[in-house]
């Protein structure tokens, strides 16, 4: 009964926190990346295969409450300011379902310098495919389509760029 009792207390602070976790599984550092396409917030459709031809690719899963995901923006904006000209491409996809005009809006006031797909019901099905852990979840991407990184926390770049 008291492992019980540990076990839902854990549970509740993780969601308290803001952290939502979909599924423990993940994808694994050397698999192939799911393809995709989906509509940015300028309406133009995007490929995973069209930014991987441009080099490496970040893919950033997140939602408008995450505050881990809010926390990371100007990081992002400045890795995707230091090594665009190498070819990285950061894309966001939200992934909870929210509305166009919600995810538009985050992005303005919150100063997004990066790709972002808002491709609402699409996005979802792209984050199933992906065996989205939680968000933030990061998921680096070869410009051969295999997968460097997956988790929670921004994997330094120089490594696969510099």
């Not at 979840?137 to 295999?146: C, E, F, L």
Request: proline fraction near 3%.
């Amino acid at each position: 009964m008291r492992t019980m009792k540990t076990l839902l207390a854990g549970l509740c602070l993780i969601l308290l926190s803001g952290f939502t976790i979909v599924n423990a599984a993940g994808l694994k550092p050397g698999e192939q990346a799911p393809g995709f396409s989906l509509k940015s917030l300028g309406g133009e459709q995007i490929a995973l295969k069209d930014l991987l031809a441009k080099g490496h690719v970040m893919l950033v899963f997140w939602e408008t409450q995450c505050v881990y995901c809010y926390a990371h923006i100007k990081d992002f904006n400045a890795l995707q300011k230091q090594y665009q000209k190498k070819g990285l491409t950061i894309a966001a996809i939200n992934f909870l379902g929210e509305y166009e005009s919600e995810v538009r809006e985050y992005v303005t006031d919150n100063d997004v310098q990066y790709l972002v797909l808002a491709d609402r019901l699409n996005n979802i099905d792209v984050a199933e495919a992906y065996k989205v852990i939680g968000s933030p979840t990061i998921v680096v991407i070869a410009p051969d389509g295999n997968i460097l990184s997956y988790g929670h926390k921004i994997p330094d770049m120089a490594k696969w760029i510099d």
